[in-house]
């Protein structure tokens, strides 16, 4: 059994408890412009270049078969509708500028990343978390690789936005320790703009999992312009409370990923917000915790 893999991250400690090791999955049913991680939307793999690390050796022009890499006006270009992101052209770069984003993993192959940590896992009471992308478009092996933590008593979690049929969600997630579910906006006319599923429908994969009695807890990115505002927050504790869950987590906006989007060959279209710091979602925070609900800043 194979995922399609595009990172593997260590040392965490905001996404699940304790300190964890993230598993990232390829593949994503939603758009949103502010995605950290662009390369994880497409379940394809994918070629990046980071222009800044190219020294333009001009190793890899020869070593695509597609003739997709040349050297114009002294610059090394790509084009993208030549290029199949098979790979050939990584392994000839000595400067880490060309990177292929994705890859094909066994569960075994996967277990013996996250074996490597299991001692930090006993001590910390950490463990693995499978994110994205969206993991839950990938069932059968999230819920093996699971199950392999589970035998091995390491503990998991998975990262969802919901945004997939209740059938593969409950697949993915049934034997995960805790559900770390995304809500983005419930503005059904906004999240329509990246979404392909309505706020119902997200709201409802959300009750099933804690009817289904999973541990959920509820992280909200908080974006200028989208969702930083009180009234937002207030129908996430609502909704929180509803379905009795104890922690919503909040997230300010951060331009850490803008850069990969040019590396992938696509526009970044909020370049001109400025990133948020802890004490500008404060009041967010403070109206969480009044709630009577845990809460954790950034991640």
């Known amino acids: 059994m194979y995922g399609k893999v595009f990172n593997i991250e260590r040392y965490h400690y905001t996404d699940g408890t304790g300190i964890r090791i993230l598993v990232f999955l390829k593949g994503c049913t939603l758009s949103c412009p502010w995605c950290s991680n662009p390369e994880s939307q497409s379940p394809r793999n994918e070629m990046a270049f980071n222009a800044n690390k190219c020294l333009k050796c001009g190793r890899c022009i020869p070593a695509c078969p597609n003739g997709a890499i040349s050297l114009k006006d002294g610059e090394i270009v790509t084009d993208r509708k030549l290029c199949t992101s098979c790979g050939a052209c990584v392994d000839r770069c000595f400067y880490d500028a060309r990177t292929l984003f994705g890859r094909d993993m066994t569960v075994d192959q996967v277990m013996t990343e996250v074996l490597k940590d299991k001692n930090y896992f006993v001590r910390s009471k950490g463990g693995v978390t499978f994110s994205g992308g969206e993991a839950a478009l990938q069932p059968e092996f999230v819920r093996e690789c699971i199950r392999r933590c589970r035998l091995e008593f390491i503990d998991t979690a998975i990262e969802t936005a919901g945004a997939v049929p209740w059938e593969m969600l409950y697949r993915a997630a049934e034997h995960a320790g805790e559900i770390l579910f995304d809500l983005k906006t419930l503005d059904d006319r906004r999240f329509k703009e990246f979404s392909s599923y309505p706020t119902a429908h997200i709201l409802e994969n959300l009750q099933k999992l804690c009817s289904a009695g999973k541990k959920v807890r509820i992280r909200c990115p ?43 060959g696509r526009e970044y279209t909020l370049g001109d917000l400025k990133t948020m710091n802890k004490e500008e979602v404060s009041d967010l925070e403070k109206l969480v915790r009044n709630a009577g609900l845990d809460c954790v800043v950034g991640g």
């Open 222 to 264: 908080i974006i200028p312009g989208v969702n930083k505002d009180q009234e937002f927050i207030s129908q996430v504790i609502g909704i929180a409370k509803e379905n009795h869950i104890r922690q919503i987590d909040l997230l300010p906006f951060h331009q850490l990923g803008s850069y990969k989007y040019r590396t992938i």
